[in-house]
């Protein structure tokens, strides 16, 4: 794969340029883990830690910024205390965010403590910008529109650089395709719809996907708003690709990664057919708003900062594999249909939802044509 320069000068990596820190990032989107559960970063220096920060929508060189990152700190340690008398060494209480995610990424005491710290700021941090979604006078519409600028941003520029991408599609799931699809889902009512915002990326083959995986994840989404539970894999094996690279000496250095461990996970949806090949995962995307937006709301919307976090659906794909999904049963079409043959028995006939291997409908349970 060429190495190319995009519109700001940054390059995207060859697998073996990777650093652990990428490769964890990389494992948690393709198995839809949560960094909660995770015992520590792998960040190894300063500049590392500064661009996970610019990756949560945070400048680390502004006053305010700054400002926002010690008062969700000092939250977090108070909580700490409060809930557990949590002991927390002093110099890890006064280190700035940066100083906390390589502390984080080390070992002993002090970087238990950094972590823990952390996975509560991650909390606070991200329930404040559903806060402030909820108080903004703005209609999802208006939502999805600034999250829609900063995905096209991203990968536009991406697009302008020559980047081994040879299809983008983004876009808006209509009332009627929400509808069908709480009816196709067994939880009708509680079931969230994570795919409202979706988009789609093709790269040119299958070796280009992990570098602009890990790209998006420096200039679009950080790693740790991907939704857990929610991503599927049938494409590639990290861990195949790793064994086979100058990188494999860094497996066991990957948390909890069994033996037999491919990072290949299926779908959870039954109208998929078994044939169907694809990455796919959920982010709550974090969107800076812009000062004009944020003027609108109340003053008390202030001490909730200036970012709220949009959920949206990503699958991507090489371009064989992509052409393959659209062959058969595999198609999109194939799959609209057995979804809606399922809602309409499910309709009107009720009883369990139609899997792939259903029978069709007899004709008295089909829809009757009015003259």
Known sequence: MTEVEDTVGDRLKTLGEFTLADLVALRLILRGH?????????????????????????DPDDAVDRARMERVKNEAVAYLRRQFDYPIPRPVERSTVPELLLAASGRGHRAMCACTILKCMHIIHHLDGRELLFVLPMSD???????????YRVIGGMLAGGFPIIEFVGGRKNNDSVVTKLLSKPATIAAQIFDKLRFRVVTRSREDILPILQYLTKKLFPFNYVVPGQSFNTVLSLRSLLEASPLAHLLPQLQDLEPADSDFSATDNRYSDPEYRTIHFVVDVPVRLPSGILSRAPASAAAFGHTVFVICEFQIVDRDTDA?????????????????????????VGGALETPGSRPLRSSERPRKRG
Not at 42 to 47: A, K
Not at 141 to 151: A, G, I, T, Y
Not at 324 to 348: C, F, I, P
């Open 324 to 348: 393959h999904n659209e062959l058969g049963d595999s198609s999109h079409s194939k799959y609209k249909e057995r979804q809606k043959r399922a809602v309409m028995r499910r309709l009107q």
């Open 141 to 151: 519409q208006e939502v999805f529109h600034v999250v829609e600028e900063k995905v």
């Open 34 to 58: 949560s960094v909660i559960d995770w015992r520590r970063l792998e960040f190894s220096h300063q500049d590392q830690a500064r661009e996970f920060i610019a990756a949560q929508e945070l």
